[in-house]
């Protein structure tokens, strides 16, 4: 059985645990312990697998058994369509009151092991759309310079697709206005010829047979 566990975060930008400040914390294991836990490792196992899943096992691509080359043909099944309900799945299967919760869980966790929440240097990283992940102080300058550059790349693309719209819509009312004349002169001669060709003849008048 197992007596002592050690508890990694994760930088969620790069996928690496942190050992950083009091992480990892090496506590005794127990059966709150792994109700407190087990719930976060399987999302965040799910949600970088497969090849997440390396560096969360503290493994490298070198290292990796040849038996895992079948993990390529895994597919995991979609228990849930968002991370919340596959919470109160996890809740469920391992017997958590749901007027406790998980969160509410770890929370008392973090503070018996971190109460002076040091999270192994992780901080919150936010995005415009509510996206929240925790990231070390490197990722978070890699995550905020990518993201210049693609803000950067789609004004740059933005720019192109309204120049392109611009000139195609151009050369669109360039081409209707040419056929629109030429087949308004058409039409005109057509209709003086159908008058030359199709109008009847004038009514002749036959001499009167009253003398």
């Given at each position: 059985?197992?007596?002592e566990?050690?508890?990694?975060?994760?930088?969620?930008?790069?996928?690496v645990?942190?050992?950083?400040?009091?992480?990892?914390l090496q506590?005794?294991f127990?059966?709150?312990?792994?109700?407190?836990?087990?719930?976060?490792?399987?999302?965040?196992?799910?949600?970088?697998?497969?090849?997440?899943?390396?560096?969360l096992?503290?493994?490298?691509?070198?290292?990796?058994?040849?038996?895992?080359?079948?993990?390529?043909?895994?597919?995991?099944?979609?228990?849930?369509?968002n991370?919340?309900?596959?919470i109160?799945?996890?809740?469920?299967?391992?017997?958590?009151d749901?007027?406790?919760?998980i969160?509410?869980?770890?929370?008392?966790?973090?503070?018996?092991?971190?109460?002076?929440?040091?999270?192994?240097g992780?901080?919150?990283?936010?995005?415009?759309?509510?996206?929240?992940?925790?990231?070390?102080?490197?990722?978070?300058?890699?995550?905020?310079?990518?993201?210049?550059?693609a803000?950067?790349?789609?004004?740059?693309?933005?720019?192109?697709?309204?120049?392109?719209t611009?000139?195609?819509?151009?050369?669109?009312?360039?081409?209707r206005?040419?056929?629109?004349l030429?087949?308004?002169?058409?039409?005109f001669?057509?209709?003086?010829n159908?008058?030359?060709?199709?109008?009847?003849?004038?009514?002749?008048?036959?001499?009167?047979?009253?003398?």
């Amino acid at each position: 059985e197992m007596e002592e566990c050690h508890v990694y975060l994760v930088d969620e930008y790069s996928g690496v645990p942190v050992a950083s400040g009091a992480y990892p914390l090496q506590l005794n294991f127990s059966k709150d312990i792994a109700k407190s836990l087990i719930p976060p490792t399987l999302l965040a196992m799910k949600a970088n697998f497969p090849l997440g899943i390396i560096p969360l096992l503290g493994l490298e691509l070198e290292g990796i058994p040849e038996q895992w080359a079948k993990l390529a043909e895994f597919q995991l099944p979609t228990v849930a369509h968002n991370s919340a309900d596959e919470i109160e799945i996890l809740q469920d299967t391992l017997g958590i009151d749901r007027e406790i919760g998980i969160l509410s869980l770890l929370e008392r966790f973090y503070m018996k092991n971190d109460p002076a929440e040091d999270f192994g240097g992780l901080r919150r990283l936010s995005s415009p759309n509510g996206l929240m992940i925790w990231v070390t102080q490197n990722s978070r300058q890699e995550a905020l310079k990518q993201a210049k550059h693609a803000m950067a790349e789609l004004q740059e693309s933005k720019v192109r697709e309204a120049r392109d719209t611009i000139v195609n819509a151009a050369k669109k009312n360039a081409s209707r206005g040419a056929d629109s004349l030429w087949r308004d002169a058409g039409n005109f001669f057509s209709n003086v010829n159908r008058a030359h060709t199709e109008s009847p003849p004038p009514p002749i008048s036959s001499p009167s047979n009253n003398q």
